[in-house]
């Protein structure tokens, strides 16, 4: 995690780095899952989509939509 605060620029700042997880309950339609979410001391909060491909990797329209939805359900989730 260190190596990727450092690219962030972060590694200074005080963190609580985790994976994050919504299972949508009876009355909710969508549930979400971030893979790296770092709540930083500074009152910013990074989501960081994890992909491994042997290409690069580019975020069309759609895939945007859907990282959209993400954010929107981390928002409105309880746990938070």
């Given at each position: 995690m260190l190596q990727i605060k450092c690219k962030l620029g972060i590694e200074g700042?005080?963190?609580?780095?985790s994976i994050w997880?919504?299972?949508?309950?009876?009355?909710?339609?969508?549930?979400?899952?971030i893979d790296f979410l770092t709540d930083?001391?500074?009152?910013?909060?990074?989501?960081?989509?994890?992909?491994?491909?042997?290409?690069?990797?580019?975020i069309d329209k759609n895939?945007?939509?859907e990282l959209?939805?993400?954010i929107n359900v981390c928002r409105k989730a309880p746990e938070l």
């Open positions: 700042i005080l963190t609580d780095t997880r919504h299972a949508p309950g009876k009355e909710e339609q969508e549930g979400a899952q930083r001391n500074d009152h910013s909060i990074n989501v960081c989509e994890i992909k491994f491909y042997k290409d690069q990797f580019v895939y945007a939509g959209n939805k993400k």
